[in-house]
């Protein structure tokens, strides 16, 4: 069942990319660009970023301007400002509750397509081999293995081939993270060494010779 691996090596894909991006920042991610398409929700926004702006403005004003020398203008930005302010509370109570609908129903069809279908995946096909393992190359014990729990002696189970496929990918990630670390305190080392060459005081040096100072 070449497409069944494949269906299930993309599934593990997709957790170890959640499990190492993080669901919080694929979420922000997809809401600002649905926020940026032409569409209601992403209008509401614009229309509270504008409002803001003229409470700020107004706030401004309103902080510039004396109450007693200047009752009646005063008076009259405090008006606006706590219209602005009200309205600007429910456009925000209103585009609150919209993202909190977008993230759960986001999280819902994450759990579905991801976690939902690791668990039926595995019971659906348990009996289906995946692959077949070349004829007499394995002993006993590492072909019973291989088919575990219910697919035929010699095959490759869905439940291996699940697991296989999530060893694999993070080992994949752990390496690629592991890369990325070096390489960043690599370039961190060449930038701290260029700057000393430079006589440029890093941050520490600073931060001592401030507290030396303090201390004379």
């Known amino acids: 069942m070449p497409g069944l691996l494949v269906v299930i090596f993309v599934i593990e894909l997709i957790v170890q990319l959640v499990n190492t991006i993080g669901a919080t920042t694929i979420n922000n991610l997809l809401w ?3 926020v940026s ?5 992403s209008k509401d926004f614009a229309n509270q ?4 702006k003229e409470y700020l403005d107004v706030r401004r ?3 510039a301007t004396s109450s007693q020398d200047q009752f009646a203008k005063w008076a009259k930005l405090r008006r606006q400002h706590d219209k ?3 309205d600007l509370e429910k456009k925000k109570s209103a585009l609150d509750a919209s993202r909190t609908k977008f993230d759960r ?3 819902t069809t994450r759990l579905v397509s991801t976690r939902g279908m690791q668990w039926f995946l595995p019971f659906w096909y348990s009996k289906e081999p995946m692959f077949w ?3 007499g190359w394995f002993p006993y014990y590492v072909e019973w293995f291989a088919s575990f729990p219910r697919a035929p002696l010699g095959s490759v189970s869905i439940v291996v081939w699940q697991w296989a496929c999530t060893g694999m990918l993070a080992l994949i990630v752990e390496t690629v993270t592991a890369i990325l670390g070096l390489i960043a305190t690599s370039r961190a080392k060449t930038s701290t060494t260029t700057r000393e060459k430079q ?3 890093s941050s520490n040096k600073s931060a001592k010779e401030a507290s030396t100072t303090k201390s004379t």
């Open 105 to 107: 129903a986001l999280t």
């Open 84 to 86: 602005l302010l009200d």
């Open 199 to 201: 006589g440029v005081p």
């Open 37 to 41: 398409l032409p569409i209601a929700i």
């Open 32 to 34: 600002n660009i649905v």
């Open 61 to 63: 004003e309103l902080n």
């Open 49 to 52: 970023r504008r409002r803001q």
């Open 133 to 135: 393992l070349p004829y």
